[in-house]
């Protein structure tokens, strides 16, 4: 399994400059982190990691090449508990990410649904939340599988960060075969979960990982926070059992992996070498 970085390592700066940062570091692996549909403001400016669905991919393929960093999955995180609405990131935005990932070869495509918003969100019944996030990824589902790409279900909100919300999705969509998972190591601890048993119950749906570890800090949020964007430690140094993940894992074909960690480079290299030691 490759270990890449996360394109958000410094705030307030372009995808250039995540990539110098990566390649700097010795990292040949990223996740395209950030998308957007339409021209993003602060994008344009150079002020802000994203890449536009509407762009052309092969001219963000060149950029990662010439930085000698290979793009593995493209995030796609939506709202697909909110309404729908034109402003909410959601069907149409990973429609159009499943396009863009392959135009250039990319077989992952990562959403979620992310903790709800809106007060007719937060009143939806657990069924109604099966539901909608199903109906929105119908269509996204039978597309990915026409253009041979992965949709990858990330741990990120009350339903995706338990092992029976996952399956009620799968099991609502029939468990298509372009349906997956990408494992959040952080995300799934963080929302009530047992991360080493989804590693098991999923292992073979399981297609990316994202890496992070938490701190003690965090005990007492467990089961009522919905996702972290990321840690600031380095992997090894939480409370998850990440020795346990990859003990699962090490013999799972899965390709690649991202750490989902801001701080300085040795924490980020500590964090790839534990996991080289660790035997993913």
């Keep these: 399994m490759k270990v890449g970085l996360f394109l958000l390592i410094e705030p307030f700066a372009s995808v250039e400059v995540q990539l110098q940062r990566v390649k700097k570091m010795g990292f040949a692996d990223a996740d395209i982190t950030d998308t957007n549909a339409g021209g993003s403001m602060l994008g344009t400016a150079g002020f802000s990691p994203t890449v536009s669905l509407d762009?052309?991919?092969f001219d963000v393929k060149r950029l990662f090449e010439k930085y000698g960093v290979t793009p593995?999955?493209?995030c796609a995180h939506a709202g697909l508990l909110e309404p729908s609405s034109p402003g909410t990131y959601g069907t149409s935005e990973i429609m159009k990410a499943i396009h863009f990932a392959n135009a250039i070869g990319i077989k992952d495509?990562?959403?979620?649904?992310?903790e709800p918003m809106s007060d007719w969100a937060n009143s939806l019944s657990y069924k109604e939340k099966i539901f909608i996030i199903a109906e929105k990824l119908y269509m996204p589902c039978r597309m990915a599988a026409d253009y041979g790409v992965n949709i990858l279900l990330e741990p990120h909100g009350p339903i995706t960060d338990s092992i029976q919300g996952l399956q009620d999705v799968m099991d609502r969509l029939g468990n298509p075969d372009s349906l997956g998972v990408n494992l959040d190591t952080g995300n799934s601890w963080l929302g009530g979960a047992d991360p080493v048993e989804m590693a098991k119950v999923f292992k073979d749906k399981i297609h990316h990982v994202h890496w992070k570890d938490l701190g003690e800090e965090w005990v007492e949020q467990r089961g009522k926070h919905f996702g972290c964007g990321f840690s600031t430690i380095a992997i090894g140094d939480g409370v998850i059992d990440i020795k346990g993940i990859c003990d699962v894992?090490?013999?799972?074909d899965i390709p690649s992996s991202t750490l989902e960690i801001v701080g300085s480079d040795d924490i980020l290299i500590k964090s790839a070498e534990y996991l080289k030691a660790c035997g993913v």
């Design 55 to 57: 762009d052309n991919p």
């Design 109 to 114: 495509v990562v959403t979620t649904e992310t």
């Design 249 to 252: 894992l090490k013999d799972a």
């Design 72 to 74: 593995w999955a493209v």
